[in-house]
């Protein structure tokens, strides 16, 4: 959804600057030593934009007949111009989208390597001051997570560090004050319950709750704020995971099988593109009152994924797909959209079904009444 809408928008702001171009072949020519009518270049500016969407909209016959063959030919080469820019968009959007799914993973790493960093600081700051009471070295967590190869490997394979002075900062400022830490500090021989209890509150309160910690992230990695829930179960299980310093620890995956669901998202992604224009005119026909220009954009973009989904994956259940994409309306689109959403696929889904556009078997069969 994310992916599509930012290929919309940049195609939207591509169309207007398309456009500007065309109308800016009317502008006076400065270099020019004649007398130039600026008033006529001004009207064939205006005009040149409203031909370039009539184009656009309905076609070069409902182009008026006593339009500038000039005025036409430059409206026609720019919307050709920008038409063949939305295609060269596609690929680089989709790429960022796999990349964006990937880079999950690489800060899963990252964030089970921070817990070893701070650890390595507080060491350093321990031995600073001659102090050898240190339950952050002796704790089996921090023991099992930097004997784990396999860690080691993505840590290295991904070339994931964390800056000292962050580190340091983090410590002094932040961590150091916690009632948490200091509790663990103080403790006496602790056992691996107590260490588990603490790595776990590291990450719960000091990581994915701390203000200063988040605004950290967020400036880091734009997409933070919607990774930050999945990133956080898939820390805490492997925290979870190990029950003393022999344990290996579980190595999280973002699905169970990955490789197969990025294939139904790169799916998914083109077939609400190459379909646009066909679903557009479905979601036109059943909104009632509406012109689909003044439907939120969101909308039209989980419209045309459900659609997507109903019509091309037959082991999804149409009452999965729908229940789906009103959980999306609620959470990332207008306070209406739950109903709008809700409505048109419930209508969608029946006149597609009548046509044979929907053909299930399978999974997703079940429900499908």
């Not at 006076?28 to 030593?33: A, G, K």
């Not at 430059?74 to 920008?82: D, Q």
């Not at 809700?342 to 997703?364: C, F, H, P, T």
Request: charged share 35%.
């Amino acid at each position: 959804m994310q992916a599509l809408f930012a290929y919309q928008t940049n195609k939207v702001a591509e169309y207007n600057i398309h456009k500007k171009k065309a109308q800016d072949q009317f502008l006076p020519d400065l270099d020019s030593m004649e007398e130039q009518d600026k008033e006529a270049l001004a009207l064939d500016r205006d005009t040149t934009a409203k031909v370039f969407d009539i184009i656009h909209d309905k076609g070069i016959e409902a182009v008026p007949e006593d339009t500038k063959e000039e005025i036409i030919k430059e409206a026609k080469f720019f919307l050709s111009k920008w038409e063949d820019k939305a295609q060269e968009m596609i690929l680089p959007v989709k790429k960022k989208m796999v990349n964006d799914l990937q880079s999950i993973y690489d800060e899963y790493i990252k964030l089970l390597v921070l817990i070893i960093s701070v650890e390595n600081e507080i060491g350093r700051q321990k031995r600073k001051r001659n102090i050898t009471h240190n339950n952050f070295a002796k704790s089996g967590i921090i023991k099992a997570l930097k004997n784990f190869e396999e860690l080691e490997v993505e840590r290295v394979k991904k070339n994931i560090s964390w800056d000292d002075t962050l580190i340091n900062t983090w410590y002094k400022e932040i961590l150091k004050n916690e009632e948490f830490f200091q509790e663990y500090d103080d403790l006496n021989n602790p056992k691996i319950e107590d260490d588990i209890e603490f790595a776990l509150t590291f990450y719960k309160q000091f990581i994915f709750k701390n203000e200063d910690i988040n605004n950290y992230f967020e400036s880091d990695d734009l997409n933070w704020a919607e990774d930050k829930t999945i990133l956080r179960s898939m820390v805490l299980k492997t925290i979870k995971s190990i029950e003393n310093e022999n344990s290996t620890p579980l190595l999280m995956e973002l699905s169970k099988n990955w490789e197969e669901d990025l294939e139904f998202l790169k799916e998914l992604f083109d077939l609400a593109l190459e379909h646009e224009d066909e679903y557009l005119d479905r979601i036109q026909s059943k909104s009632k009152n509406w012109e689909i220009e003044r439907v939120a954009i969101t909308d039209r973009i989980l419209l045309e994924m459900a659609i997507a989904e109903m019509t091309h994956f037959p082991s999804i259940p149409v009452k999965v797909t729908i229940n789906e994409y009103i959980e999306l309306s609620k959470q990332y689109s207008t306070p209406k959209s739950k109903q709008f959403v809700n409505g048109l696929l419930d209508v969608l889904s029946v006149d597609l079904q009548k046509e044979g556009a929907i053909k299930k078997s399978g999974r997703g069969l079940l429900d499908n009444k």
